[in-house]
């Protein structure tokens, strides 16, 4: 059985600090996705990362795959309450169905004001 | 362009009921897939399916569970004979094409007395 397991699974933090949730696996994945969630409401994918040591920013988020594809990490500079969510990473099986997805186990982020 | 419409966004059944889940993709898309997020766990695939067909069911449990996307109308997730253990949020999700980008709707929470 194929596992993503996400640390930490809750984090509190001020705003304006940063912060990094990570997701691991002993599996290998052909490409890793990252999605928030808000109560109640349906993921939203943030990015996809495809090749090893690939590194993506959106805006204050740096995503990482490792080389070896089996994990990857989220960072967060200078957090705000915006961000407050579920983070999921997934990966996507190889040699399976696209968008066959297994899911981490999520860490919840609440920045306080 | 409406996203991924799920309905009803709340059902409660007794056991032994029937429970019937609607997803209608966003316009365009071909490709819808069932998810369903038990408590305390992450999101776990279901099925995956093509307009009329099941393409990959390898995560639909053996007994009880159907799904079908007819040429007309939305995608159906069906439950039988419902059990206590059946209560989870279900999301679908659709894509335009296999190796694109996944919306998900924001789910149907289901929860068996």
């Known amino acids: 059985t194929q596992l993503l397991k996400q640390s930490p699974q809750f984090l509190s933090i001020q705003e304006g600090e940063n912060l990094t949730v990570y997701c691991n696996s002993s599996?290998?994945?052909?490409?890793l996705q990252w999605y928030r969630q808000e109560p109640g409401e349906g993921p939203v994918l943030l990015v996809t990362?495809?090749?090893?040591?690939e590194v993506k920013k959106l805006k204050r988020l740096t995503f990482q795959f490792g080389d070896a594809r089996k994990d990857s990490s989220l960072h967060i500079t200078a957090a705000q309450p915006g961000d407050t969510g579920l983070y999921l990473c997934?990966?996507?099986?190889?040699?399976?169905?696209?968008?066959?997805?297994?899911f981490g186990t999520g860490t919840l982020l609440a920045v306080q004001p | 362009n409406a996203g991924v419409m799920q309905n009803p966004r709340h059902l409660v059944r007794r056991r032994g009921q029937e429970a019937r889940l609607r997803c209608s993709p966003m316009?365009?898309?071909?490709?819808v897939y069932w998810y369903r997020q038990l408590p305390e766990e992450g999101l776990k695939f279901m099925v995956y399916l093509q307009k009329e067909n099941i393409i990959d069911e390898s995560g639909m449990p053996k007994e009880r569970f159907s799904a079908e996307f007819p040429k007309e109308g939305p995608s159906i997730l069906r439950i039988q004979q419902v059990v206590r253990g059946d209560s989870a949020a279900y999301f679908c999700a659709s894509s335009r094409q296999l190796n694109e980008k996944l919306f998900f709707g924001s789910g149907t929470q289901l929860s068996v007395l």
């Open positions: 316009k365009g898309h071909s490709h």
């Open positions: 990362v495809v090749t090893g040591g």
């Open positions: 599996s290998v994945f052909s490409s």
């Open positions: 997934a990966g996507e099986v190889q040699g399976g169905a696209t968008n066959k997805l297994i």
